[in-house]
């Protein structure tokens, strides 16, 4: 039901995660643009807010209070996909898996390469292969450097 919607606004859906924490829930909705730039401006994202909160509240899909949030998927991005593996080689990243891999189930490094549905992390001065199926939860881990900062008072 989310992804037509976002769709039909030039978007891509790279996540949708209801948290059933507290009360009221909480429906996030991560979306980017085509290019995978992440650059959605906030009037968009308010834009596919009011249309998936009006499509949402006439097909009534979740029978508690809830909130729904739309964003971009910032700097530390989400690995959802595959083609979002695909395109943070060379990054860093930070997985955790479903299973125990060598003893553990958090791992961040360099993600080397993401071919056959499998991630080559460099972890700690070691190759560690991950299965996509495996990953549990995975993002980005943006490298804050001097230049982020260049030409700000403060």
């Known amino acids: 039901m989310i992804e037509p919607i976002v769709h039909a606004a ?27 730039d992440g650059r959605v401006p906030v009037d968009s994202c308010a834009l596919v807010s009011r249309e998936l909160g009006s499509q949402l ?10 909130r ?10 989400p690995l959802t996909r595959e083609k979002d593996f695909a395109s943070a080689c060379g990054k860093q990243v930070q997985i955790e898996t479903r299973q125990p891999i060598a003893g553990r189930r958090r791992f961040r490094g360099q993600l ?11 972890v700690d001065g070691n190759e560690v292969e ?15 450097s001097r230049t982020d ?5 403060g």
């Open 10 to 36: 030039g978007f891509e859906l790279v996540d949708a995660h209801l948290a059933r924490g507290g009360r009221p829930w909480t429906l996030r909705v991560t979306i980017d643009t085509p290019q995978g």
């Open 57 to 66: 509240d006439v097909a009534d899909p979740i029978q508690t209070p809830y």
């Open 68 to 77: 729904l949030e739309v964003s971009s998927p910032g700097l530390d991005r």
């Open 112 to 122: 080397l390469r993401f071919e056959d549905d499998v991630a080559a992390i460099q």
């Open 130 to 144: 991950i299965s996509f199926a495996e990953v549990s939860k995975a993002k980005t881990v943006y490298q804050f």
């Open 149 to 153: 900062f260049v030409g700000r008072a």
